[in-house]
């Protein structure tokens, strides 16, 4: 697989080569023309205004700051949280709907990809319609258990979990696809049973797509700005993440604040960056040892 | 352990891919599915292991009724046409999966994979992985994969279908041989006459969901049942005719037919297998007059292709190498050849008389 990729490189260094010159050069000036303005510019700035204090003012303004402190708190709770439903619920769907043939199952995968579709803000004032506590269609239910949703945390979780679904079943259906179903049944005829097939021999399977997806699902949970804000109802260390928190920051005039919190969401993205390299390069890695067999 | 096979019906969808099968496997028996591709052998094949639910009918083991039973419960040991060995596993713990869903101890698991491993000839390749090895060793981890659990049976599907000749020439010999060593009731599927012929005890022939014939291999070989078998186990010349009154009339050749003794003339259609043809310089009795085209050694006989005017076809016949040279055979050679034997079968459709 890697000597593939060694000779699609040089055939399509080859190809590139029998254009003119300055059709070459013209390409790939716009190509870092777009990178530099749209990415490495505003990513850089966005260090040298958190930074402008110093060091010790940045870390003033994430830690000494009570409300930024809590909306680091709460971000920390509501996107392991979210991550975490989401990657159980996403395993479960992927694997239904592959291992599966059932009416509606088509129906089904495209229903996984709206929240792709559907603007954030939007889904954030459907929940926000249905679950509020004196107007919402579930609102006698719910006060009569007492439970909070909206203007809440764990109306901020449903909100984050409904932007970020699609990346595990995303990930994970065409892998378990063309894994097939051989070895589950050779699994089952050797007498496991589905929990023991589910441990010994899918997950071991798809671990690396899995892992894929739990990132990118954690990467979109972290940055979820416009359903979380219709939903929080913005209360002072309550309903703030950091997403929240940089905006407000930034409202309020104060830019080196809103500046660090924004450095560490940046922070989390490139981390998120690396790893998914790294990973990327392990799952060549596994599949060229499968795909020789 | 015999297995017994009631009255099974399966669909998928509009198509039907077994009916109304009924079949008894006799216990420590090597039996064959036999057929072309959709004739319903691996269906029946899986069906029998549990993997597949039929939609009528019932499965015994000996007088244990298992229809409902889970693939899971049956202790059966399954060897997939693609091997289907857990890729992230090695070799060791491949063999050892079964017992170690059974919470086996250590030592025994240990011992029990070592011996297995020994077995199938494997013997200091369990640390590596099911894609290092080449495709035989793989199908012989998968083998030992199945018998580590001590199945009351073996079911493969098409266990050599993926393999080049002489690795699967191997393997069928040293199959066969490690059946007469185990004593496990033995069930395989396959498409291949010639493999067939030569492992089984009891070969099934299958075609369109339904089974053809069972018998010996040389029961089946020698009396096919029906012209389906009689076509699908290896070449024939086929001859149209008609039968009447006890005789069976094919262009100049006219031979005795007990079994039709009706005035009324019917189609019917002769076959002869190129071993049953005889070629010869002067004519005799019912010869046909043939050019030979081709002449190709394959193996322990010569295969020569004679063009019948007379007919519009080509005969293959098969040659010793001895009459060959006695006869100083070459291409173009004007011979004459004449069947020795003749099957001759009734289309059934025909019976509305």
Known sequence: MHVNSVRTQKTAGRMVANEPLWFRILLISLCYLIAIVLIIVPLIYVFVQAFSEGISGWWNNLFNDAETRHSVFLTLIVVPLAVLVNTVCGVAAAWTLTKFKFPGRTLLMTALDLPFAVSPVVAGLMFVLLYNLRTGYFAPLLNEIGFKIIFAWPGLVMATMFVTIPFVARELIPLMQALGDDEELAAVSLGASPWQIFWRVTLPNIKWGLLFGVIQCNARAIGEFGAVYVVSGRIERETYTMALRVEKLFQDYNNPGSYAVASVLTLMALSTLVLKIILERMVAASMEQSSSE | ?353
């Open chain 2, 1 to 353: 352990m015999s297995i017994s096979v009631q009255n099974l019906s399966k669909r998928f969808g509009d198509f039907v891919a077994l009916k109304n099968v009924n079949l008894e496997v006799p216990s420590d028996s090597l039996t064959a599915l036999l057929g072309p591709s959709g004739s319903g052998k691996t269906t029946l094949l899986r069906i029998i292991s549990g993997l597949e639910s039929a939609d009528e009918g019932s499965i015994l083991f000996k007088d244990e009724d298992v229809t409902t039973r889970s693939a899971r419960d049956r202790e059966v040991g399954f060897v997939f046409q693609h091997y289907a060995l857990f890729r992230h596993m090695t070799v060791f713990e491949n063999v050892a999966f079964g017992m170690r869903v059974r919470n086996a101890p250590n030592g025994e698991v240990r011992e029990r994979v070592n011996e297995l491993l020994h077995l199938v000839r494997l013997e200091g390749l369990g640390q590596r992985y099911p894609s290092e090895l080449s495709g035989g060793q793989r199908q012989r981890v998968a083998l030992a994969r199945a018998l580590a659990v001590k199945p009351r049976m073996l079911l493969l599907d098409e266990p050599f279908g993926a393999l080049d000749a002489k690795v699967r020439q191997e393997l069928r010999t040293w199959l066969r041989k490690l059946h007469e060593e185990m004593h496990v009731t033995t069930v395989f599927v396959t498409h291949d006459q010639e493999e067939a012929f030569e492992m089984a005890d009891q070969v099934v022939v299958m075609s369109q969901g339904h089974i053809e014939q069972t018998g010996t291999p040389q029961a089946v070989f020698d009396n096919p049942a029906t012209s389906f078998v009689m076509d699908f186990l290896g070449n024939v010349n086929v001859f149209h005719g008609r039968v009447q009154s006890g005789r069976v009339q094919m262009g100049p050749f006219s031979l005795q037919y007990d079994e039709y003794q009706n005035e009324e003339p019917r189609n019917a259609t002769a076959y002869v297998r190129p071993h049953e043809l005889d070629i010869d310089r002067s004519p005799s009795q019912a010869s046909l007059l043939g050019k030979i085209k081709q002449i190709n050694p394959a193996g322990s006989v010569l295969k020569v292709r004679v063009a019948v005017e007379e007919f519009g076809v080509e005969l293959n016949v098969d040659v010793t190498h001895y009459r060959a040279k006695q006869l100083e055979l070459k291409l173009n050679d004007i011979v004459y050849v004449h069947p020795r034997s003749v099957r001759v079968f009734m289309p059934e459709t025909d019976y509305v008389i």
